[in-house]
């Protein structure tokens, strides 16, 4: 009841599904007997994907990873999964088992929490830059006091001089 498996034979010809199987493709058991379980191959999934896993299957005799797979009605599910040969009483290969979990959840929260990761980073940037305008506008109004500051610091000495300037020449014009 709760084992995700399927047997298929050397050309990927489902054998043999189990009830959760059948219940996460979409498909009853009857009307998947007899399919090529390529019939759960999702769109975005690139042709050369199956080709290296069929290579390392027949390299190490056995595959593990994950798949992203579409069920009848199109909707996508990821499986972890785990593809070895299936022997005769000869030892000879006469298909293939996958026993799969389905980690759909689990790609959906990383998902998750990747656009979370991205959205908290895009806002703490987007609060950077604002407390980067909000120094520098500070710095701008600092420098501005400072400047008027000075300005009428140096004011009062340059007209206590232009005033003693200005006596000086009317001393002198008057001498």
């Given amino acids: 009841d709760y084992i995700i498996m399927v047997e298929t034979d050397l050309e990927g010809v489902i054998t043999y599904a189990t009830k959760p199987f059948a219940r996460i493709s979409g498909y009853s058991r009857k009307e998947l007997i007899g399919r ?10 690139a ?26 009605y199109g909707n996508s599910h990821w499986v972890k999964g785990v593809i070895f040969p299936k022997y005769d009483f000869d030892n000879k ?7 799969r979990s389905n980690i759909t959840d689990t790609k959906q929260l990383e998902k998750i929490n990747k656009l979370l990761k991205e959205d908290l ?17 500070t710095k701008v109004k600092l420098m501005s006091k400072i400047l008027d500051s000075l300005d009428y610091q140096w004011k009062q000495p340059i007209l ?5 300037v200005y006596n000086l020449k009317k001393k002198k014009k008057n001498e």
């Fill in 160 to 164: 206590s001089i232009s005033s003693l």
């Fill in 36 to 45: 090529n379980v390529n019939l759960l191959k999702h769109s975005n999934i």
């Fill in 121 to 137: 980073s895009n806002k703490l940037n987007e609060i950077k830059m604002k407390d980067k305008t909000l120094v520098d506008s």
């Fill in 47 to 72: 042709s050369a994907f199956f080709f290296f896993f069929l290579s390392e299957l027949k390299t190490n005799n056995i595959w593990e990873g994950e798949i992203k797979n579409q069920d009848r």
């Fill in 93 to 99: 290969i006469i298909g293939y088992i996958s026993i």
